[in-house]
């Protein structure tokens, strides 16, 4: 043979070759390329899971973003019209309370003509009584007759005089 080449050995070591590369592929390349897919599948479906969990987080962010913004609407129409209600309250309060002083100034002024009354009754009997005093002490110093003769002496000087 030419170049000293040997077709048995080459074929043996063809063979072997091949019988190598079957066992390689059948005990290490399928286990691991199986391995390597499950590997990447499970991490795809981790991403494909975080990915749904992230939209919805988002969905719930924007649901909640829009419930704070009604909310935060309602909280200021129930405080405008608290603000309202406590204003008409306070209106109500306020004319209640005017009412109030008006019939306490017209109660005021009423006793206030009746204490009149009352003291003017009180000082007129004391002013009678003080004249009814002095008339009869003033009667009592001048006797009757005494009296009853200066009446008739004036009355005759009255007469004179006319």
């Not at 170049?3 to 063809?14: A, K, M, R, T």
């Not at 390689?24 to 975080?50: C, G, I, N, Q, S």
């Not at 001048?142 to 006319?162: C, I, P, R, V, Y």
């Amino acid at each position: 043979m030419p170049l000293n080449i040997d077709w048995q050995q080459i074929l043996l070591h063809l063979l072997n070759f091949v019988l190598l590369f079957a066992i390689l592929y059948f005990l290490l390349y399928k286990p691991v390329k199986k391995f390597m897919d499950e590997r990447t599948a499970y991490y795809k479906e981790l991403d494909d899971k975080a990915n749904k969990t992230l939209e919805e987080a988002e969905k719930y962010k924007a649901e909640y973003n829009e419930k704070l913004a009604q909310a935060d609407e309602e909280i200021a129409e129930e405080k405008k019209q608290a603000h309202d209600e406590i204003e008409k309250l306070t209106g109500e309060k306020i004319k209640e309370a005017q009412g109030e002083a008006k019939k306490i100034i017209e109660a005021a002024h009423k006793n206030t003509e009746a204490e009149h009354e009352k003291m003017l009754k009180t000082v007129h009997s004391e002013i009678t009584n003080m004249v009814s005093s002095a008339a009869e002490k003033l009667v009592s110093e001048h006797s009757t007759s005494k009296a009853f003769d200066e009446f008739l002496d004036k009355a005759e000087k009255g007469d004179a005089n006319e």
